[in-house]
Structure formats: C-alpha cells, structure tokens
C-alpha cells in the first residue's frame, strides 16, 4: 500500500538539494551581469518602478510628474533626480494620490531593491532577479517530487533558466514575474501537501480499523501555506483567482483519490466531511487575509486614492473602521471596471492563440542608434520572448501530457494540465468576450507548467528504470539534444534579451519571424 500511494524519492538527499541549488546559481549569474542594463525606464517599468518607490516613501501610490506620452519623472530618475512628485493644489501641498490598476504586494517587493539598491535600474530590478532565481530552484526542486527524478527535477531547473521570457522578466521592474514565483511556489506547496497526506493516510491504514471515510488529518501546513502563497498571488495581480480556483479544487481531488486508493468505502464523503472544511481555511480564508494584509499601507495612510481618512476620523473609530472597508470596496470596483474596459490598442498586443507560437513578443526596450557602434548601424533591444526551441517544445509535450492523462488518468499530467489551463485559457475568454488588451508576458506564470509538461514527457522518452538499457540510453540522448538545442538557442538570443549592442545586421538575423519586428 505504502509504495503504491506513496512512491520512494531517490535517496541521495544531498544531490537532491546540491542539484537545483547548483541550476539556480547558474540561472543567477546569466541573469546578474549588466542588470542595470539598460540604464532606462523600460516599458512598464515607468508604472512600477515608481509605484514601488511612492510605497517605500508614502506607504501608498503617489501621482509623479508627466504620463506615458511625457515622461517627465523617468527623465529625472535616470538623470539622478528622486524629486518626481507632483503636488496637489491647496488645501494640501502634498503629492497627489495616485490611482493604480493592481495590488500592493509586488510593487512593495520591487520597493525592497530600491531600499537596498536606490532609485536606479538595478534597484527597481534586484527584487525580480531574486525571485527569478529562487523560482528556478522551486521548479526544479517540485519537478523533482512529481518525477521522483533528481536529473529530471535539475532539467527542469535549466529550461527555466535558459527560457528568454523568463529571463527578460527575471531582469525588468515588473509584476508578472511575483506572480508566476506565488502560483509556483503554491503549486509546490500543494505537491508536499499531497505527499504528507498520502503518508499520513498510510500509516492511519496501517494501524487503525477501517472506517467509511477515513480520518482527519489535521490542519496540515504545507496546505495552509499554499494558501498563503496563492493569497499573495492575489495580492501581486487579480488574475492569481485563476490558479487560487483550479488549485483549491485540485487539492480536494487529491484527497478524495488518495481515500479511494487506500479502500474507503465513502472517499468522496470522507473527504467533503474532512478535507473541505480545513480546505476552506487553507484555500478561502488565508489567500483571503494575505490579500487583505497587502494593502495594510492604504489602511494606515491618509494620502491613498479614494481613502476619505478626515470624514472617517471626525465620526468616531467605529465609523472610521467601517468607511475604510467601504472605500477598499469602492476603490476594488473601480479597478473591476478598469481591467473589464482595457481594450485601447498598442502596437505590441497580441491574442492569447498567439502567445504559444511566440507570434507577437513585446520589446520593452529599443535603440536604433545606439552610441558607441563600429560598424555603422547598431541597435539595442530587450525583447521580451520565450525561448522557441522551449515553447514549440512545450506545445508538443502538451498535447503528449492530453493523450497520456487521458489513457493512464496519471494525476501529475492532470496537475499540469490543469495549471496550464488556468494560466492561459482565461485570457481566450477575456479576448473574445471583452475584446481586451494584452500582451505575451501575461503567460508567463504557465511556463514552469509547460516545463514540466516538457519533463514528463522526457520521463517517458527515457523510461522506467526496469526498461532494457538501449532503451534508457537512446531516450536519454534524445533529452540531452533537446537540452543542448534550447541552451544553444536561449545563446543565440541572449543578446537581444539583454540589450547588447550589436551590429544592426546581426540583429535582424535573430528577428525569426517578421511580426518580431
């Protein structure tokens, strides 16, 4: 029973750890030089940078100088100069409120590499290079327990590292990358969670009688703190709902199979009886006050949008209280009607059918005369792109990881289906229903998911250790190509990913298809 529920992990512990540590320090020093380079305001770095620099000094986010067509305040923070808030007219001199599209929490981590770093592009990027690094090690470290494989577990490490879109973001001032850290680090949780249930199920089996629905098995941590992660989610971008969602059901599901698999009569029942109601705490009421927590700094300050502090205060600390939850409500509804109405036109949007084939990436950076050329014209880009050879990879892997749920019900390609839906197929709705705008790096919380749709995958290729060794050897060449081709396009790229400057011809050359441009 115990080796059916609850497969061995390889038993060296130590390679188990040495391995993905050694994948993370490699995706940190291709991530670590030049970091600020360019020395630029990028894209929407011209929102979160400075967000995340009004929440270091404000507590909230203030209006700066200029907007998108003039940016006045990027002028400034690139020449040295921290005085970028406008201030409002009388009664007050202080910087206007500023009203902002997505939650606190990331912009708030973004503001602890300005605090170590200063308001320069390697401050407002340190935070995004840690997290990228620290996500390579959770991927490689939850592909690990899902394949029971260390080498699989560290090739996984490497294709994150290794895949452009990843890269860019793990380099640039923006949200998307602590989102996909939170939806991963939440998944992991939850993969732990369903390893020490399953254990404690076993042993329950082992020494109990056997009842309809089995036993309760407490609050169980690893669950809790998956809700923890995914609540923080939450509180980088709303769209963190869609993982908060699929994975809550995933999880009862989990539990629901590993009571059938040890022989109760009512699993279902069990585990509605006694998985749902600490499910609700761990997936409900957490992500709830994680979310909540993130905006403690609107709470605690008279200066955000929409705050109403004065009225409150002169009414008593009862109303004080009950206004604040009413203005946090209003304000939310205000940012509902934001995202539902997004759908101005930008020359480097694209539909979310695109996003897999890499039709439309976004260049968050461009200099088509950059100084300092010998070779007459040069440019300059950041270029926000996956790895191609990782994503058609991906594509094929997927459709592999249908057939082989479908055939086998293996409940890690469920998983990973599952999660990939949640990261992409939201945005199909989106596209046809409200016509909105969007752009490529909004898939970048699912690319850990078709990683390990890529891992499984070559899990199948190699074989299960009781295969003849041709076999095993053939499968494990096909793997290692496939790792050297991806390596060997993310170098040919890597240029155009970190604003190298380079010949314009040269350039061109890595343009693969013409929408690139």
């Known amino acids: 029973m115990r080796e059916r529920l609850l497969p061995a992990m390889p038993e060296n512990v130590l390679w188990g750890w040495l391995g993905p540590l050694l994948v993370a320090g490699f995706g940190a020093i291709l991530r670590l030089p030049d970091l600020g380079r360019p020395h630029a305001v990028m894209f929407d770095e011209t929102y979160y940078a400075k967000d995340a620099y009004a929440l270091l000094t404000f507590g909230v986010e203030r209006k700066a100088f200029g907007d998108v067509e003039?940016?006045?305040?990027?002028?400034?923070?690139?020449?040295?100069?921290?005085?970028?808030?406008?201030?409002?007219?009388p009664p007050t001199a202080d910087p206007c409120?500023?009203?902002?599209?997505?939650?606190?929490?990331?912009?708030?981590?973004?503001?602890?590499?300005?605090?170590?770093f200063g308001m320069t592009p390697f401050g407002w990027r340190f935070a995004s290079l840690v997290i990228g690094t620290l996500s390579i090690l959770i991927l490689a470290r939850v592909a690990r327990r899902m394949t029971r494989s260390t080498l699989l577990g560290c090739l996984a490490g490497m294709l994150l590292a290794v895949d452009g879109l990843h890269f860019v973001l793990s380099r640039t001032a923006l949200l998307d990358i602590f989102l996909m850290f939170f939806v991963l680090a939440g998944f992991a949780c939850l993969v732990v969670d369903r390893d020490r249930m399953r254990a404690a199920l076993v042993d329950w089996y082992d020494s109990s009688p056997l009842s309809e629905r089995g036993p309760w098995l407490g609050l169980r941590p690893w669950r809790l703190a998956a809700g923890a992660c995914l609540g923080a989610a939450c509180a980088v971008k709303w769209s963190g709902i869609f993982f908060l969602a699929a994975f809550a059901i995933m999880s009862l599901v989990w539990d629901a199979g590993a009571r059938r698999a040890i022989g109760l009569r009512s699993p279902y029942r069990g585990a509605l009886d006694k998985d749902a109601p600490t499910a609700l705490l761990a997936m409900g009421l957490v992500p709830a006050a994680v979310y909540t927590a993130s905006w403690a700094g609107w709470f605690a300050s008279p200066l955000g949008w929409g705050r109403g502090w004065e009225q409150a205060t002169s009414q008593g600390p009862f109303f004080f209280v009950f206004d604040s939850v009413r203005s946090w409500l209003s304000y939310h509804f205000q940012v509902l009607g934001f995202h539902t109405g997004l759908n101005g036109s930008h020359s480097y949007q694209s539909e979310p059918w695109e996003w897999p084939l890499l039709l439309r990436p976004v260049a968050f950076h461009w200099e088509g005369s950059a100084p300092?050329?010998?070779?007459?014209?040069?440019?300059?880009?950041?270029?926000?792109?996956?790895?191609?050879?990782i994503w058609y990879g991906a594509l094929a892997a997927?459709?592999?990881?249908?057939?082989?749920?479908v055939a086998t019900r293996d409940w890690r390609a469920g998983a990973v289906l599952l999660a990939y839906a949640a990261g992409w197929l939201p945005w199909l709705y989106y596209a046809v229903a409200d016509n909105r705008t969007m752009y490529l790096f909004y898939m970048l919380p699912a690319v850990p998911f078709m990683i390990l749709a890529i891992v499984l995958a070559a899990g199948l290729v190699i074989g299960p250790a009781g295969v003849p060794p041709n076999r095993r050897a053939l499968g494990a060449a096909l793997v290692g190509t496939f790792a050297l081709l991806a390596l060997a396009n993310f170098w040919w790229l890597h240029p155009v990913l970190s604003a190298e400057l380079m010949p314009y011809q040269e350039w061109s050359r890595r343009m693969l298809l013409g929408r690139w441009i």
């Open 398 to 405: 997927l459709i592999a990881t249908v057939v082989w749920y």
């Open 372 to 389: 300092g050329c010998d070779a007459g014209r040069c440019a300059r880009e950041v270029l926000g792109v996956g790895t191609p050879v």
């Open 70 to 89: 003039n940016p006045v305040a990027d002028r400034m923070l690139i020449a040295g100069d921290t005085r970028i808030w406008e201030t409002c007219s």
């Open 97 to 116: 409120p500023l009203y902002v599209a997505h939650p606190p929490l990331g912009k708030w981590m973004i503001a602890a590499g300005e605090q170590l």
